[in-house]
């Protein structure tokens, strides 16, 4: 999950805002929520990756074992710690930092890996796909919700320079469907699954699985 300097400080200075703002379209998510809920029992060992701060490791806690959740940015992990202590969560643990140097969870392996609208944000894709399948035990899940800009016809490449010049957003890369489900494969995972959330067309969500 290579990332640079700046894309760490972009999020760290958006954190609290980032914390406050509600979620855009609830009934996708608690779509997306339920789904992931399938494949979860009293003793998984969860990764998810580009956790923000803390939501979705903190309510699927009550669901598993145990959640590692990981982000780049300190702040945002501040924030999802500061929430881990307010609603007394012990089953979740958070740590700064990126797939660079492999899972931080070192050669243990989990049983399901999660990456939620966090892969268009990676510089190097495929790389982050084969760490998180190299993390997962056999039979493990891969659940991810992808932007996938490529499948529209807006110029989100030429808008999203300008907003990133504009240190309005972050480094953001295009892809579509077709891209991702390739992507997965390559990587090694199978049965890979879209499923409809309700979400609006360039939101794609998958479940796939380690053999």
Not at 59 to 71: I, L
Not at 128 to 137: H, V
Not at 179 to 197: C, L, Q
Request: charged fraction near 25%.
């Amino acid at each position: 999950m290579t990332t640079t300097s700046a894309d760490a400080k972009f999020w760290d200075d958006i954190a609290e805002k980032y914390a406050a703002k509600p979620v855009e379209d609830v009934p996708a998510f608690e779509r997306k929520k339920a789904i992931t809920r399938e494949h979860l029992r009293p003793d998984s060992t969860i990764l998810e990756i580009g956790c923000g701060t803390g939501s979705l490791a903190l309510e699927m806690s009550r669901h598993a074992g145990h959640v590692h959740a990981m982000d780049i940015s300190t702040e945002m992990i501040r924030i999802a710690n500061r929430k881990k202590e307010t609603q007394r969560v012990t089953n979740v643990s958070f740590h700064v930092g990126t797939l660079d140097g492999g899972s931080p969870l070192g050669a243990a392996k989990v049983d399901g890996v999660w990456a939620y609208s966090i892969l268009h944000l990676v510089q190097d894709r495929q790389r982050t796909l084969r760490t998180l399948f190299e993390a997962l035990e056999p039979g493990g899940v891969f659940i991810s919700s992808n932007v996938c800009l490529g499948d529209s016809w807006v110029p989100y490449g030429a808008l999203l320079a300008v907003m990133r010049w504009l240190g309005k957003a972050p480094a953001v890369r295009i892809y579509d469907r077709a891209t991702i489900v390739r992507e997965m494969k390559d990587a090694g995972f199978v049965d890979v699954e879209e499923k409809d959330v309700g979400a609006e067309r360039t939101v794609a969500f998958f479940v796939a699985r380690k053999p």
